[in-house]
């Protein structure tokens, strides 16, 4: 029987990785075998989601706090992990923010820390793992976790700068698959919708939001624990060798309407 999504022996890093989606999908992972290498700013929380994981699911983990606007940071990430590894397979770039106010009072710091993070600091981390690991081993698995915000835009929560950040990360992940599909690395991203975070729970779960999912999500409700981590799964597997450059949104239908 084959194992179409076995990943016992890969290594992967999954940048925001202290809350919400990124632990969900380190999770996803390491229940498929990877090695799994938490990366967000908090050292307590990192180290808590790194002793869970092997607790769980008995993989090696490898946390390390790293702000993904210094490249010097970044660049100190990579060597870790191949100091301790001595490869990287899977990159999953899920850190970022999300300034909200209308865009008429968006002032020049939230524009541009929302880029620096959202859209460079996905750059940052990349370019970094492409020419240290994956480009010198001719394989490579990158996601690049988007939104749906990144394909069209909204009227419930004024949020320009994140709406911009994450169109940018759609056509550089476009890009960058242009750029390295040569070199056998893969780069794809993850345009999740509304999803059940514990930040955004209170949000979710109020009688308005239930109100507005009925007529602008055809699933008529938000994202549940666990629903991204299958697209996660797919596009870090060798099973998905032959996908690159692709956005999935993973939002119930929301941008099909």
Known sequence: MKEYFDLKGQVAIVTGCSTGLGVQMAKALANQGASIVPVARRQDKIE????????????ETL???CDITSTEMVEELIDKVLEK????DILINNAGTGAVAPAEDITDDQFYNEINIDLFGSFRVARAVAKKAMIPAGYGRIINIASMYGLVGN??????PYHAAKGGVVN???ALAAEWGKNG???NAICPGYFWTPLTKETLDSEWFKEYAKGAIPMERYGKEGEL?????????KASAYVNGVMIPVDGGYTAI
């Open 48 to 59: 808590e989601v790194a002793q869970e994981l092997t607790k769980e699911f008995g993989v």
């Open 63 to 65: 946390p390390i706090r």
């Open 185 to 187: 690395i893969t780069v």
């Open 172 to 174: 550089l992940t476009r």
């Open 85 to 88: 590894f001595g490869k990287i």
């Open 155 to 160: 009227k419930i929560a004024p949020a320009s």
């Open 229 to 237: 981590d299958t697209t996660a799964i797919f596009l870090s597997s």
